[in-house]
């Protein structure tokens, strides 16, 4: 190949890069997590599926569905990781809504809301 195309393919690949990372970076977020399920179990998520509250997901506010996030509880360290697959939560300060069983395995089934953090596992 010539210089001249290696500078433009090269050229590309570091923009496209710098445009994936300003839009798909580093995010970090912290709040309260609530979970859900009653009411809502068999019903239809934002995105189409059928929600399984027994199952393992989340709602969220404005992450892309099929966003990959770990959700750490801040008293314990624990964390599971979850899909975004719903929108949510709908009461103010809330950050994240998680099916009952995410909420099992994350231990706060019986608490009902938990301060957590949010870090992005992997984009859609």
Known sequence: MNQ???YVLGS???V???VGLAFFGPYYEVGIASWYGPGFDGNRTANGEVY???GVSAAHKSLP???IVRVVEFETG???VVRINDRGPFVEGRIIDL???AAAQLGIVNKGITKVGLRIVRWP
């Open 78 to 80: 624990r964390s599971i």
């Open 4 to 6: 001249t195309l290696l």
């Open 16 to 18: 496209g890069v710098a």
């Open 12 to 14: 590309v690949l570091l």
């Open 52 to 54: 399984d509250m027994n």
């Open 99 to 101: 099916s009952k069983g």
């Open 65 to 67: 569905f099929g966003t």
